[in-house]
């Protein structure tokens, strides 16, 4: 059985191919540089976990290094909001290609939908907490609305930028195009996919989800099949 991690981050399991691209990516195998990072405070404390040991290098944008219908399982997690919206259906053109007939992609990314609903609520919990978790005592004081905009736009937009704050910039990648269920949906109908279904935290039939889902509050979950 071969099981893929598509854009995996630190989140992964020996027995699935790991695959990532970045510079954090390449960082996982060199810990001393790492913490000089952290030390510097280049990089947020969340980037110090260890990565999976078997982590394969590659641009998720590009070709697979799969050949036609060999995969049985694709899961991806926040990773394609991450991606312009062009490159994800191109992403999902891939998986297409490489999954066997009848194996299934399992997605998961931010819930556009649930996002803007917490902010008509005015709930400044629900994005301190979701997505502030590093810094809460810096950004309590901040406006609801920057809250919000600091979901979509880059760190980089909101203060002028020290010489070392520009460079802890390459190294997290901001949030390029955003999801509600209907549109994830119809991406993933554009790309050639069927029997689109919604799942729920750590439910579907895709493999090891109590290892791999890790986003239970803020997140959409569908599975597709080829």
């Not at 947020?44 to 040991?53: A, T």
């Not at 995969?71 to 066997?100: G, M, N, P, Q």
């Not at 935290?201 to 080829?226: N, Q, W």
């Amino acid at each position: 059985m071969k099981k893929i991690n598509l854009g995996c981050g630190p989140v992964g399991k020996d027995d699935w191919i790991n695959i990532d691209w970045g510079i954090l990516a390449f960082l996982h195998a060199s810990p001393l540089f790492l913490r000089l990072l952290m030390a510097l405070r280049l990089l947020p404390s969340e980037y110090s976990v260890r990565w999976p040991g078997n982590l394969m290098l590659r641009d998720c944008r590009r070709k697979l290094p799969f050949k036609d219908s060999s995969v049985d399982y694709i899961y991806t997690s926040h990773f394609l909001e991450h991606l312009k919206r062009f490159e994800a259906e191109k992403v999902l053109r891939e998986c297409r290609r490489v999954l066997k007939n009848e194996g299934t992609l399992r997605i998961i990314v931010p819930d556009l939908e649930l996002i803007l609903k917490k902010f008509s609520e005015r709930d400044r919990k629900f994005f301190i907490d979701s997505f502030h978790r590093d810094d809460k005592k810096a950004v309590e004081s901040l406006a609801l609305g920057d809250l919000l905009s600091g979901v979509f736009y880059p760190e980089a937009n909101k203060l002028q930028q020290t010489r070392l704050k520009k460079i802890a910039s390459f190294f997290i990648r901001p949030h390029l195009w955003m999801y509600d269920n209907d549109s994830l949906a119809q991406l993933l109908k554009k790309s050639g996919f069927k029997s689109i279904e919604k799942k729920k935290f750590r439910e579907g039939s895709v493999p090891d989800l109590e290892t791999l889902d890790v986003f239970p509050e803020i997140s959409i979950y569908l599975e597709a099949k080829k």
